[in-house]
């Protein structure tokens, strides 16, 4: 039996070993067995602390283990952490050698494939098990929070391989990876992440015979799985801003990207839109890539601009294109001009920005049905305007005045008169604009749903409680899930059916809603999904569940 061990937090075990000898003298046999148990404590704080005796029973006599004073320095963390940084890793993280002294039975790893990298720089992480005993998670493993970092999850390997590793083999296989895009520039630390194991164990079985000591052997002993703790060591990833001078076009992004531009039209009539569509691909960090600045000429109108990605995962890097269309409406006829486009861009294999530009784009805009007067004259560089003959604004005065004759008295002469007739007029006019505004706001469907999202999540949400209230564990989570889903669609004006993690996470980095609230998203998401089919014991609570989500919504209420 253990003492209370202060100051010290158990992270491993008990791992116990075994080891027999027995030989033959004079006829007598003499047999000695030795069996080992192992903890792996972390300590807690520095100082200098006494470890207690140990207790263990043995048949009818009990024994004590000696009294241990164990001086903890400040330094003890600094060294793992150092200890750690120097571990090597492959490019995509799935091998290297972790920083082990070989004697822990089972242990976690995070293995970045890359330590020094740019902001916007993509590396992969990796989260590895060794193991010299069976082991298994005990239920799922959640994503460990990457906090600093967009993430996007990849496919982990299944296969297990062996690995030496101060001469212990150990077997190992990853459990997950990510691609990591840093966010901002500095020391960014991988926290450690716990996560609860089962490692199987021998168990001795307990005999009070002489003669069952001699069988007394480990292959003769049972197992049993006993619930661990196992954590990673922090890891410390040196992000570094990008050099100054960035030149124009530049909008964040970082990797290997090509662009292309086209105008859908280059002849329309007055009023008629025509759309300047941009398309950017390569591999990078298009998820958070800003708009290209588009300069129009003057009177030009320009609407919501629009945009759709096609992200996919190939090699361990995030690539694919992103489309921006900008949709341009021209109020007066003649030939103009658009300016060409720049987008920049740095490549972090190079150390340096690149730049892709477009060509001008010309287009003619003809008179027609919603423009009067004469013909426009073109001079480039310049917007012309419709000149008309004004030889007949100006009349000749008349000369001849009409007769004056007075009038009989009326009652619109009267001052108060005029005055309701005014107000009336006044409330009319008001309601036609009121009637109007309503009329434009309600015809788009999506402005009606961006306004009713947080309304809607509410009233989920207040079914939800009910059947928190009345026990109904499945349909309370069944709503909690509905509700954020529907919210997210609402707001992001996105079709059900093409509800997906990923394009929700991509969509929300794309408007600059923090990894915090994203993280949060798939944390609850996860939660009300797993916890519909888990067993009781496995649920999490209802009520914690219920106060997160509300404070979810409004989270996103203020990002979007």
């Known amino acids: 039996m253990l003492p209370e061990m202060d100051g010290f937090q158990l992270m491993a075990g008990p791992f116990s070993s075994y080891s027999s000898h027995s030989q033959w003298v004079n006829g007598k046999m003499t047999m000695e067995t030795v069996v080992t148990y192992t903890h792996i404590f972390r300590a807690n704080q520095a100082g200098t602390f006494t470890i207690l005796p140990a207790n263990v029973r043995v048949g009818r006599k009990e024994y004590k283990t000696n009294q241990v004073k164990i001086t903890v320095t400040g330094s003890a963390s600094q060294q793992s952490s150092q200890g750690d940084n120097n571990q090597g890793a492959s490019s995509n993280g799935s091998t290297g050698s972790p920083d082990s002294n070989g004697s822990d039975p089972v242990f976690l790893r995070v293995l970045p494939s890359k330590k020094d990298v740019y902001v916007g720089e993509q590396l992969v ?12 998670p005990a239920g799922g493993t959640k994503d460990i929070p990457y906090e600093g970092f967009y993430k996007k999850s990849l496919d982990p390997d299944a296969s297990a391989t062996r690995q030496d590793i101060n001469g212990e083999q150990y077997v190992t296989q990853v459990i997950q990876r990510h691609i990591l895009i840093p966010q901002k520039s500095g020391k960014i630390v991988i926290e450690p992440f716990e996560s609860e194991w089962m490692v199987q164990q021998r168990v001795q079985r307990q005999s009070n ?110 690539g694919g294109s992103v489309t921006y269309e900008y949709p341009i409406v021209v109020r007066h006829a003649g030939r103009f001009r658009i300016a060409p486009v720049q987008f920049s861009w740095f490549d972090h294999g190079t150390g340096k920005y690149r730049s892709s530009t477009s060509s001008e784009f010309n287009f003619t805009v003809l008179k027609g049905d919603a423009e009067d007067g004469s013909g426009s004259v073109y001079i480039p560089g310049i917007m012309q305007e419709n000149v008309e003959d004004l030889g007949t604004d100006i009349r000749d005065i008349t000369r001849m005045l009409p007769v004056l004759t007075p009038v009989a008295y009326s009652l619109m002469d009267q001052r108060w008169y005029k005055m309701i007739y005014l107000i009336a007029l006044l409330v009319f006019i008001m309601i036609i604009l009121y009637i109007r505004a309503v009329s434009r706001r309600n015809a788009d469907l999506r402005i009606v749903k961006n306004r009713k999202a947080s309304r809607s999540a509410l009233n989920r949400f207040k079914l939800a409680d009910k059947y928190r209230k009345n026990g109904d564990e499945d349909r309370f989570y069944e709503e909690v899930g509905k509700a954020i889903w529907g919210y997210v669609a609402d707001k992001l004006n996105i079709e059900t059916s093409g509800l997906s993690r990923e394009g929700i996470s991509a969509e929300l980095a794309s408007r ?49």
Do not use: C, W
């Open 125 to 136: 992480s990796t989260l590895r098990v060794y193991t010299r005993v069976n082991t298994r």
């Open 209 to 318: 015979s002489v003669f069952d000591s001699f069988f007394d052997d480990p292959f003769f002993n049972g197992v049993q799985d006993v619930p661990t703790k196992l954590a990673t060591r922090p890891v410390t990833i040196n992000v570094k801003p990008l050099p100054p001078g960035a030149p124009e076009g530049f909008t964040g992004g970082v990797g290997n990207f090509t662009m292309t531009a086209e105008l859908s039209e280059d002849e329309v009539e007055v009023n008629e839109a025509l759309s300047l569509k941009i398309t950017i691909r390569g591999t990078g960090n298009l998820p958070l890539l800003g708009r290209p600045e588009v300069n129009l000429p003057p009177d030009h109108d320009l609407y919501d601009v629009s945009h759709s990605m096609n992200i996919s995962v190939s090699g361990n890097q995030i």
């Open 512 to 560: 600059n809603v923090s990894p915090e609230v994203m993280e949060e998203f798939s944390r609850i998401i996860d939660e009300s999904e797993f916890s519909r089919f888990a067993p009781s014991s496995q649920k999490s609570g209802t009520e914690q569940l219920y106060r997160d989500a509300m404070q979810l919504v409004r989270n996103l209420e203020n990002s979007l």
